[in-house]
């Protein structure tokens, strides 16, 4: 709660997105383009209000690991500042989460510019079960097909980001809104 207070200076219990670059500047991340917050916040901004509200930025700042999850959940809540340390680290998250944003986004790009790809055919592709809708089992064999073999928590972090509904299945929709570039 005292990262998210440092950046909502008056208490709303939500920071604006061009407020949020800005107090991440005055924090020290380093300069964020509008494009890093843009990509961020389509990730991260549940309910496409524009705005950074509590509950998005624990989804941006929880880890994906439920063990250590919990661990961050079941401390108290602290008012001390942040040790020199933690700040360090908090600072290295923010600039890391908008840097593999803004590699994903690369790659969506790469992806579209390929004469041959088609986002239908992917999903198909990845389909193992047929079911048209990917499950981990599909993710799991389809990366095996090409040498690699994830673990489980890889597994879990691929359905973490795709898995938009938490319903344990990557439709379509959740596969090419992944997948599509959100350049305009």
């Known amino acids: 709660m005292h990262a998210f207070s440092e950046l909502d200076h008056d208490g709303r219990g939500f920071i604006y997105k061009e407020e949020l670059g800005k107090r991440l500047e005055e924090q020290g991340v ?3 383009t509008k494009e890093e917050l843009e990509l961020f916040m389509d990730k991260f901004d549940v309910d496409r209000d524009g705005r950074l509200q ?3 930025f624990c989804l941006a700042m929880t880890p994906l690991n439920s063990e250590y999850a919990q661990l961050l959940q079941s401390r108290g809540t602290y008012r001390a500042q942040m040790t020199q340390e933690s700040n360090v680290d908090y600072l290295t998250l923010w600039r890391k989460l908008l840097m593999v944003e803004q590699g994903c986004e690369c790659v969506r790009l790469r992806l579209q510019k390929r004469p041959n790809f088609s986002l239908s055919e992917a999903f198909s592709y990845v389909d193992k079960t047929g079911l048209r809708a990917l499950a981990p089992i599909d993710l799991k064999f389809t990366l095996a097909d090409h040498g690699f ?3 489980d928590r890889e ?7 795709f898995d938009r509904d ?3 299945r990557i439709s379509f929709h959740e596969f090419a809104h992944e997948l599509l570039p959100r350049r305009n």
């Open 30 to 32: 380093g300069k964020v």
């Open 54 to 56: 509590f509950s998005d």
């Open 149 to 151: 073999y994830a673990t």
């Open 155 to 161: 597994l879990a972090a691929l359905m973490d980001r």
């Open 166 to 168: 938490r319903d344990g």
